[in-house]
């Protein structure tokens, strides 16, 4: 069993790297804007398993892999930016007689889902994560080691469902006040497709330019 005091010392790890600005809360927070809370919550659902994907993969060694050919780091990390730029052009489409923020991909749990797993999994830096971390809480002495990597799944699934659940429900709260306001309504929606893009270059561009 994983000392409650590691517990900590990798919750305090995981919570620092989850509230750092980057694509999935921009995923949960943009899900949230144009779809509302259930659709943001979805989003967010998907990242949570985007993150049970990343421990299985760690653990079969994947992470490894990233760090051994820095060039699969960089395609993962384009994939994932090239979808979030589609997102937000989708949203920058948005027009005025069509109602408040109408893209029905953004109001859609399941496709709310899919984007927040597959924006979560195209994460290289979660690999690199996992590797990197893993093997300072997980040891032979402590237990069965699928045991000890469920705990810090859990871990790591309750940070993200609280910080990014929380600024989906707050996202959302916003625009119920625009809701009554149809320009204010696209306006939202163009904004978050602005900021979609914005976050997908600037992530893609501090990648490709170190």
Request: charged letters at 10%.
């Amino acid at each position: 069993m994983i000392p409650a005091a590691e517990l900590w010392l990798f919750f305090t790890v995981v919570l620092g790297v989850v509230v750092l600005p980057g694509l999935d809360m921009a995923c949960a927070v943009g899900s949230s804007l144009a779809g509302g809370r259930r659709a943001g919550l979805a989003a967010v659902a998907g990242i949570v398993a985007g993150g049970a994907c990343h421990v299985a993969v760690a653990g079969a060694g994947l992470g490894i892999v990233l760090q051994l050919f820095p060039a699969a780091y960089h395609v993962l990390l384009l994939a994932g930016s090239l979808y979030m730029i589609w997102v937000g052009l989708s949203l920058l489409r948005t027009d005025a007689g069509s109602g408040p923020i109408p893209v029905a991909e953004a109001a859609s749990r399941a496709a709310a889902f899919r984007r927040g797993a597959f924006t979560n999994l195209t994460n290289p830096k979660a690999y690199l994560f996992m590797l990197a971390v893993f093997p300072q809480f997980v040891k032979a002495e402590q237990g069965p080691l699928l045991s000890q990597a469920t705990v810090l799944w859990v871990v790591i699934a309750a940070t993200q469902a609280g910080v990014y659940g929380g600024l989906a429900l707050a996202a959302d709260r916003a625009r119920r006040l625009l809701a009554t306001s149809q320009a204010a309504s696209v306006g939202l929606g163009r904004a978050v497709g602005v900021v979609l893009i914005a976050s997908a270059v600037w992530v893609g561009w501090n990648a490709w330019g170190r």
